[in-house]
């Protein structure tokens, strides 16, 4: 079994940042992609970055140049560096961890944190 907790999140000024962290506990970190999405009220889930077990990222175009996701796989811990707040930042943010197997089926495997809230004021 896998579980992921968040923390990090609170209350910022737009401009101001923040820095949320995941620890995952369990074995498959190492093998695992791990990513952040994030929901606002309303809102469809959407993702925000994720970081491949190889270091490859990718981002949201809508926060490209200001977050950056980052894993420490000594600590099992993913992190987003989130700068430049804006206000359309506002939302709970969700840990994923994703992984497949092919033996003895095929199968994706999907963990997912509580998730943390995330406020930018204007």
């Known amino acids: 079994q896998v579980q992921l907790v968040e923390s990090g999140g609170g209350l910022v000024q737009a401009g101001g940042s923040l820095r949320l962290s995941c620890a995952a506990s369990?074995?498959?970190?190492?093998?695992?992609?791990m990513g952040w999405y994030r929901q606002a009220p309303g809102k469809q889930r959407e993702l925000v970055s994720t970081?491949?077990?190889?270091?490859?990222?990718n981002y949201a175009d809508s926060v490209k140049g200001r977050f950056t996701i980052s894993r420490d796989n000594t600590k099992n811990t993913v992190y987003l560096q989130m700068n430049s707040l804006k206000p359309e930042d506002t939302a709970v943010y969700y840990c994923?961890?994703?992984?497949?197997?092919?033996?003895?089926?095929?199968?994706?495997?999907?963990?997912w944190g509580q998730g943390t809230q995330v406020t930018v004021s204007s």
């Open positions: 970081v491949t077990s190889r270091d490859s990222t």
């Open positions: 369990g074995t498959i970190f190492s093998i695992a992609t």
């Open positions: 994923n961890a994703r992984y497949s197997i092919s033996w003895p089926r095929s199968k994706t495997y999907d963990y």
